[in-house]
């Protein structure tokens, strides 16, 4: 069978919804969450891979939102239809549009149980980092967290998510190659979405400075878990408690709403403790993907 890639469509919405969930079905979506990336401001193109009857196989989007010259590409398939000629059509899409868009450096992020990880290999992919979903589910009801002194929490104030976006930047600037955001994609990903929920945001002041955010979310596509979408400390509160306090204060605002398990993603060789943080905070492993990359010059 033929195999073509093609731009997306409103039109495809449900059938690349149901695509993702049965590609990555530990990390579902719905609808509103397709359609937010659909209408970002960023720089991201979305393709997907039919066959000569139209049927949707596969679906893709190409990341060129930042100023260095790599570029992400996130492909979801379903292990039925990981054959050759599907992947193929996927990776020679982003390859072409990566170097039209003048970027030297593709990135592939891969289930290390998918029939991708080899694939790639043998286009000239090496593995170069890894990252994990980590989750908790609650069995009873999380402590009090413990603040460190000065620190005082809220949920988000209007008018504030430019100063909440500006902590966030500040706290991830030392992260594996950071680069800036801009306030217009990031609000609209954080505070545009669908889920947005403004009492899920934790903000933590020392005084008139935001030391700390825990942003969260109830979890698009699976009802029941909560999502933390960005947990951050700036660099002159960090190791005073203050990342387990938010991490836990979160695991308690879902819980007294009801919502018994908590994820969030997590870079796998964070250098600021992340993943041991979350490990001591009672979160494990739930599943796991390897990043691929490539020179396309």
């Known amino acids: 069978m033929s195999r073509a890639a093609r731009a997306v469509t409103d039109a495809d919405v449900p059938a690349v919804v149901a695509v993702i969930n049965e ?90 149980d998918s029939k991708l990880p080899e694939f790639l290999a043998g286009r000239g992919y090496r593995p170069i980092r890894h990252f994990f979903d980590m989750r908790i589910d609650l069995a009873e009801a999380p402590p009090e967290p413990s603040w460190p002194a000065g620190i005082d929490v809220e949920a988000l104030v209007p008018g504030d998510e ?78 005073q408690g203050l990342g387990t306090a938010l991490l836990v204060a979160a695991f308690r605002l879902f819980w007294e709403r009801g919502t018994k398990a908590v994820g969030l993603g997590v870079d796998g060789e964070n250098t600021t403790g992340a993943v041991r943080l979350y490990e001591r905070a009672g979160m494990r492993v739930f599943h796991r993907f390897d990043v691929y990359e490539k020179e396309i010059r």
């Open 162 to 239: 430019r100063a909440v976006f500006d902590a966030v930047e500040d706290a991830f600037a030392d992260h594996w190659e950071w680069s800036p955001g801009r306030f217009e994609d990031w609000a609209h990903h954080m505070v545009e979405a669908a889920a947005f929920d403004p009492s899920l945001w934790l903000i933590a002041r020392d005084g008139g400075e935001i030391a700390g955010v825990c942003i969260c979310r109830r979890a698009p596509g699976e009802v029941g878990l909560g999502w933390v979408r960005e947990l951050g400390v700036r660099r002159a509160w960090r190791r």
């Open 23 to 112: 590609a990555t079905p530990e990390i579902p979506v719905d609808e509103a969450e397709v359609r937010t990336w659909l209408t970002s401001p960023e720089e991201i193109d979305f393709a997907v891979v039919v066959d000569e009857r139209g049927e949707l196989l596969a679906y893709g989007d190409l990341s060129t939102r930042d100023s260095t010259s790599r570029t992400w590409f996130d492909l979801q398939v379903p292990p039925r239809h990981e054959e050759s000629e599907t992947l193929g059509s996927a990776l020679d899409w982003a390859e072409a549009t990566a170097r039209r868009r003048g970027r030297e450096l593709l990135r592939v992020p891969a289930r290390p």
